[in-house]
T-cell receptor
Framework: RKEVEQDPGPFNVPEGATVAFNCTYS??????FFWYRQDCRKEPKLLMS?????NEDGRFTAQLNRASQYISLLIRDSKLSDSATYLC??????????WGAGTKLIIKP | NAGVTQTPKFQVLKTGQSMTLQCAQD?????MYWYRQDPGMGLRLIYY???????DKGEVPNGYNVSRLNKREFSLRLESAAPSQTSVYFC????????????FGPGTRLTVT
């Protein structure tokens, strides 16, 4: 079983819509979580950290549910420029990053 | 600031050939990493260097070696390339090992025939 699992998508969403996707993790000892964004044929870049209390950055909201072992990313008022692959990442107790395979998002005009 | 740079951007090797991927960062980061990314899979850690002078194996170290040449540079060597090593390789750095943002280079697309 993969340690961090994501729906690969693609999620096809019209511009302006709200989209949400989840990521599940198997290691209950995971301490920190992140969402990275990766554009096609580019390197990953940090989108946001995920705190226990949840956090919001503009149109993006990340939530952590430790009881069910998943994190979520919500994008409101989606833009064409949001089209990318979103990578879910968990830190394990050895400070290693465990990466999901990513969810592909396509925003259509 | 250039951030994290990698060379080469593309490479084609024949089975059994060797090569070294170069990585450098100008952010004065202590920790550096080498990952590979394959379709349908998450990034997998090959080796990392928590600080200058140290290197440790990651999840998939077989067939690779690394050198932390100085604080800025961290190279990855394939001694005898195999088709299974066809992948995109990313170098990354972070201020410290742990819960710190990792900054990635643009990647090297390697094909082994």
């Amino acid at each position: 079983r993969k340690e961090v699992e994501q729906d690969p998508g693609p999620f096809n969403v019209p511009e302006g819509a709200t989209v949400a996707f989840n990521c599940t993790y198997s290691n209950s000892a995971s301490q920190s979580f992140f969402w990275y964004r990766q554009d096609c044929r580019k390197e990953p870049k940090l989108l946001m950290s995920v705190y226990s209390s949840g956090n919001e950055d503009g149109r993006f909201t990340a939530q952590l549910n430790r009881a069910s072992q998943y994190i979520s990313l919500l994008i409101r008022d989606s833009k064409l420029s949001d089209s990318a692959t979103y990578l879910c990442v968990a830190h394990d107790s050895n400070y290693q990053l465990i990466w999901g395979a990513g969810t592909k998002l396509i925003i259509k005009p | 600031n250039a951030g994290v740079t990698q060379t080469p951007k593309f490479q084609v090797l024949k089975t059994g050939q060797s090569m070294t991927l170069q990585c450098a960062q100008d952010m004065n980061h202590n920790s550096m990493y080498w990952y590979r990314q394959d379709p349908g899979m998450g990034l997998r850690l090959i080796y990392y260097s928590a600080s200058e002078g140290t290197t440790d194996k990651g999840e998939v170290p077989n067939g690779y070696n690394v050198s932390r040449l100085n604080k800025r540079e961290f190279s990855l060597r394939l001694e005898s390339a195999a088709p299974s090593q066809t992948s995109v390789y990313f170098c990354a750095s972070s201020a410290q090992r742990g819960t710190y943002e990792q900054y990635f280079g643009p990647g090297t697309r390697l094909t082994v025939t």
